[in-house]
């Protein structure tokens, strides 16, 4: 009943939110290819009128040529991979290591390896960390710099078998001979390449080895803290834990100019004391040429190597992705002005105030929490800030200047390299540049065109990206049953995040801070164990989901259902709901259900499936037998031999 047909319907592996994405991709992409609105005619009656109608027309302007410069396919392939070599030429000219090649780093090189670490944030090449500037957890009204391992461009496997080692060795060699500076033989270019990837393996073995709070955590510190793995630091005592990776220097540069960072947020504080060690004693030549292989690796989308993928660069959707990530403001006011109406956002809105109230009402059913906790509970999903579709501040979407003004000192050209590297460096300034400043409370993380929801703990906020409130997940038109079976699971899911195993540590006010007593934190934890178990009994081919890893994703899905379920319930009584023409058969209670279930549907095959058991979300599969299995109302409207729910919390 559920998914039927999908995998004949779908030509290559994706699933159900993919499917909208794409949709969404063309719809962007129908945008870019078209003339100017006013004459086009598509633009919505919701955008509010410019004072300077002009305006609307440079933003269109700007996208236009970012993606006419991205489709020119011929003059990429003329310049070839000039650009990847320039890059990492300008990389050894910041940071050279000719002449001292062999020597690890020393305190004289510091200043120039960060200056070296900022051009490739420019570039959006990851090195030895993920940094980010966002709001401070414990003080969600001010930004503070947060720091974590980065991630790895290949599986564990890779790293703990000599043979793939080896491999990803012979790989960097041929990727690196061509760009280093140095004239590398065959012999040294592989002698470099396998150097390279025994320091990635180091690293990977460095950030397992460094999970958990540091040695000298002080005693009073804040369980909630340690918890979600929140470990401040000054600039100093970040110099002292980690002396050859500079992080106050790095967060001193990436910031506006006079910044001086007062507070450093580190989230595996071993893992940079160890990585520390490790640069230590690493030749300067391989720590250079690690770098130069992660600016390979990120820029080979936009130059055309030897061994491009002609069904990549020929992608009739790569452009309006590109445009989409770096212009996503810009773009966005055109996605929303065409494809978001005020019906939606003002149906999605109203879904979502709710959602919140049947959470509340729920809480107030639980026996397992104290009176006392329960009170912040319903206190804390009362205080949600809650941001449906798209921003109206910083910049306003529906508003031209707005989003005219936000994009100042952009400087775009008929080059497509030179346009990455401008819009990588505008982009960096915009994400650091927060530094120093309150938190703008109604900013947007990501574009609005992408599938997603997300829900933040610092500040308790949800956003609902207008590119998710898309057919089939959600429509205005379409019966209340099918859009809160479906978006309502999802408003509910990132809801219910606010009450997970993380989530549960940031209080009414969005600060990290513990807020339950230890008797309610006992009971949760003892139902928390049952969605582990559960999980982790499930298999995906020959291999158990890891219940421990999904927990959080796991108590969100079934939250969210029993959530969205009761405020439909609510929203709904003694209404009678339009039937779907084939589906009379079933009742409004199991299309809900219908609906919940068509959201996750997939085509993936076992190996993709089985890849992805690394990541935090559970298979789709498992996510809809799982969370219907924890749904009581399930069980009875397919009335199920056993009604109790499997696992049960919020």
């Excluded at 079934?558 to 969205?564: C, E, K």
Aim: charged share 20%; proline share 6%.
């Amino acid at each position: 009943m559920v998914c039927y047909g999908w995998k004949e319907r779908q030509a290559e592996e994706k699933n159900t939110l993919a499917v909208v994405k794409e949709h969404n991709l063309r719809i962007l992409r129908n945008v870019l290819e078209s003339p100017y609105p006013e004459a086009s005619g598509y633009v919505a009656i919701q955008a509010r009128d410019s004072t300077s109608p002009s305006a609307d027309e440079a933003n269109f302007a700007l996208l236009q040529k970012t993606y006419l410069a991205c489709k020119d396919i011929k003059a990429i392939a003329a310049v070839g991979t000039k650009p990847l070599k320039a890059a990492v030429a300008e990389l050894d000219r910041i940071w050279p290591a000719a002449g001292d090649a062999a020597a690890p780093l020393r305190e004289s090189d510091y200043d120039n390896f960060v200056r070296a670490l900022v051009f490739l944030e420019d570039l959006g090449v990851p090195s030895f960390y993920e940094g980010l500037a966002d709001a401070d957890d414990a003080q969600p009204d001010a930004n503070v710099a947060f720091f974590r391992g980065p991630k790895f461009s290949q599986p564990d496997s890779v790293y703990s078998d000599p043979a793939a080692l080896g491999a990803y060795s012979k790989t960097l060699a041929g990727s690196l001979r061509g760009v280093l500076p140095l004239n590398l033989s065959d012999a040294e270019a592989l002698a470099v390449g396998t150097a390279v990837a025994r320091l990635e393996a180091d690293l990977r073995g460095a950030l397992a080895a460094g999970e958990g709070p540091p040695p000298d955590l002080p005693p009073n510190t804040d369980a909630a803290w340690v918890a979600a793995s929140y470990f401040p630091y000054t600039p100093a005592a970040v110099a002292s834990l980690s002396p050859v990776l500079r992080l106050d220097k790095l967060v001193a540069a990436l910031g506006p100019a006079g910044y001086k960072p007062e507070k450093i947020v580190l989230q595996v504080p071993n893992y940079f004391r160890n990585v520390s060690v490790i640069l230590a004693k690493t030749p300067k030549l391989v720590v250079q040429a690690y770098l130069a292989s992660k600016t390979v690796a990120r820029l080979s989308d936009v130059v055309v190597t030897p061994d491009a993928d002609e069904r990549i660069l020929l992608d009739p959707l790569r452009c309006a992705a590109y445009v989409d990530e770096y212009l996503k403001f810009s773009l966005g006011r055109f996605f929303v002005t065409s494809s978001f109406g005020n019906r939606s956002r003002d149906y999605g809105d109203q879904m979502m105030h709710e959602v919140r109230e049947a959470f509340v009402a729920r809480v107030g059913g639980l026996d397992w929490m104290t009176d006392g906790v329960k009170k912040q509970v319903v206190q804390k999903a009362k205080n949600v800030r809650q941001m449906i579709g798209y921003p109206t501040s910083s910049p306003d979407l529906l508003d031209a200047a707005s989003v005219a003004e936000y994009h100042r000192g952009l400087k775009i050209t008929d080059d497509f390299f030179a346009n990455t590297a401008e819009l990588g460096r505008w982009n960096r300034q915009k994400r650091w540049g927060v530094l120093g400043r309150p938190v703008d409370a109604g900013a947007f993380a990501m574009s609005v065109a992408e599938t997603n929801a997300y829900y933040r703990g610092a500040g308790n906020t949800i956003t609902v990206l207008a590119g998710i409130m898309q057919f089939p997940v959600f429509s205005p038109d379409l019966p209340a049953y099918a859009n809160f079976g479906s978006l309502g699971t999802i408003l509910g899911h990132e809801l219910s995040h606010g009450f997970d195993n993380t989530g549960r540590h940031y209080n009414p006010d969005g600060k990290l801070a513990t807020y339950w007593d230890e008797a309610t934190a006992a009971a949760f934890e003892e139902k928390s164990r049952c969605f582990v178990e559960q999980y982790g009994a499930m298999k995906v081919g020959d291999r158990n989901v890891d219940g421990e890893l999904t927990l959080g994703e796991n108590l969100a899905d079934a939250g969210g259902l029993n959530t969205a379920y009761a405020a439909w319930k609510a929203r709904t009584k003694g209404v009678p709901e339009q039937k779907l023409p084939g589906l009379e058969h079933l009742t409004p209670e199991q299309l809900f259900f219908v609906f919940f279930a068509n959201t996750w549907c997939n085509n993936f095959s076992p190996a993709a499936v089985a890849a992805g058991l690394t990541d935090e979300h559970a298979p789709d599969s498992a996510r809809i037998l799982g969370t219907a299995a924890n749904s009581a109302a399930f069980r009875e409207a397919f009335n199920c031999p056993v009604k109790k729910p499997t696992c049960e919390v919020w």
